[in-house]
């Protein structure tokens, strides 16, 4: 531990970051350093811990010995008093190393559960197109914001600030809500327990903007290729326009192939 810096500074710049990724809406790169050194700081703390208890633990044979008939009982509570004072004396100094570990540990989780939620919040803007959300290029001052759902604006090269056990979670998030639609909300499997639902419920469709219309005016940001709809088969190329079913191509327009116009 550097003398020029104090317990605790590590994971005050750690929530720092935090805080600058919630007030700029932008998703940091996980900062690997940072975390690793607050680690090794939590073991420096342990070991301090560990060697405090031994120095305030008696030494061996002091006054474990003892002949209950020795005649001089006063020797004995005398030794007994000096083991409690030594022992008393380390308390402080466990107590603030203590503190500090669980002051990091708390700054470690909440670093941590801030980006989770981040990411959720982006795994559904994009409409749960996890592999779409991982293969983003860089944008041009984009800095990984989170995307507008609303707008079609999708999220700027998000896989080079992830950290591989994020990159799991994410994974594992799309499989659990994918298990969750197979076999709670798909019209298959509620035919099958007798409901008599028809139509599937999609779990991913954009419910803070509710739509207006069934028909929705589109423009073509980026190639999709071809579509089947409603209405058939479309081929989405760049720059064009059409009036489709919104139901068809939602999805589209939260993983920011398509905008509303």
Same mark, same amino acid.
């Given at each position: 531990?550097?003398?020029?810096?104090?317990?605790?500074?590590?994971?005050?710049?750690?929530?720092?970051?935090?805080?600058?990724?919630?007030?700029?809406?932008?998703?940091?790169?996980?900062?690997?350093?940072?975390?690793?050194?607050?680690?090794?700081?939590?073991?420096? $703390?342990?070991?301090?811990?560990?060697?405090?208890? %031994? #120095?305030? =633990?008696?030494?061996?044979?002091?006054? /474990? !010995?003892?002949?209950?008939?020795?005649?001089?009982?006063?020797?004995?509570?005398?030794?007994?008093?000096?083991?409690?004072?030594?022992?008393?004396?380390?308390?402080?100094?466990?107590?603030?190393?203590?503190?500090?570990?669980?002051?990091?540990?708390?700054?470690?989780?909440?670093?941590?559960?801030?980006?989770?939620?981040?990411?959720?919040?982006?795994?559904?803007?994009?409409?749960?197109? $996890?592999?779409?959300?991982?293969?983003?290029?860089? %944008? #041009?001052? =984009?800095?990984?914001?989170?995307?507008? /759902? !609303?707008?079609?604006?999708?999220?700027?090269?998000?896989?080079?600030?992830?950290?591989?056990?994020?990159?799991?979670?994410?994974?594992?998030?799309?499989?659990?809500?994918?298990?969750?639609?197979?076999?709670?909300?798909?019209?298959?499997?509620?035919?099958?327990?007798?409901?008599?639902?028809?139509?599937?419920?999609?779990?991913?469709?954009?419910?803070?903007?509710?739509?207006?219309?069934?028909?929705?005016?589109?423009?073509?940001?980026?190639?999709?290729?071809?579509?089947?709809?409603?209405?058939?088969?479309?081929?989405?190329?760049?720059?064009?326009?059409?009036?489709?079913?919104?139901?068809?191509?939602?999805?589209?327009?939260?993983?920011?192939?398509?905008?509303?116009?």
């Amino acid at each position: 531990m550097n003398s020029a810096n104090q317990y605790g500074d590590l994971a005050t710049q750690l929530l720092t970051e935090s805080r600058r990724s919630t007030a700029t809406n932008t998703l940091f790169k996980y900062n690997d350093v940072l975390v690793r050194s607050i680690i090794r700081e939590q073991r420096d $703390l342990e070991a301090r811990i560990e060697a405090a208890l %031994a #120095q305030s =633990a008696p030494p061996d044979g002091d006054g /474990a !010995g003892d002949d209950s008939d020795d005649p001089d009982s006063t020797l004995d509570a005398e030794k007994e008093r000096r083991r409690k004072a030594q022992s008393e004396r380390y308390m402080p100094t466990i107590l603030l190393y203590q503190t500090a570990i669980l002051r990091n540990k708390r700054c470690l989780l909440a670093y941590h559960h801030h980006r989770i939620e981040f990411l959720k919040d982006l795994y559904w803007s994009v409409g749960g197109a $996890l592999p779409l959300l991982l293969s983003l290029p860089p %944008a #041009q001052g =984009a800095g990984g914001a989170r995307g507008d /759902a !609303g707008t079609g604006a999708a999220p700027q090269d998000i896989r080079s600030k992830l950290s591989p056990h994020e990159v799991d979670f994410l994974r594992s998030y799309a499989a659990s809500l994918l298990l969750l639609r197979t076999e709670a909300f798909s019209s298959a499997s509620k035919a099958a327990a007798g409901h008599g639902v028809t139509e599937d419920i999609d779990l991913l469709a954009q419910i803070s903007h509710p739509p207006k219309d069934l028909q929705v005016h589109v423009r073509v940001v980026r190639d999709c290729g071809i579509i089947h709809t409603e209405l058939g088969a479309i081929d989405f190329k760049r720059g064009h326009r059409f009036l489709v079913r919104r139901s068809d191509i939602e999805h589209l327009i939260q993983q920011g192939y398509l905008e509303e116009s």
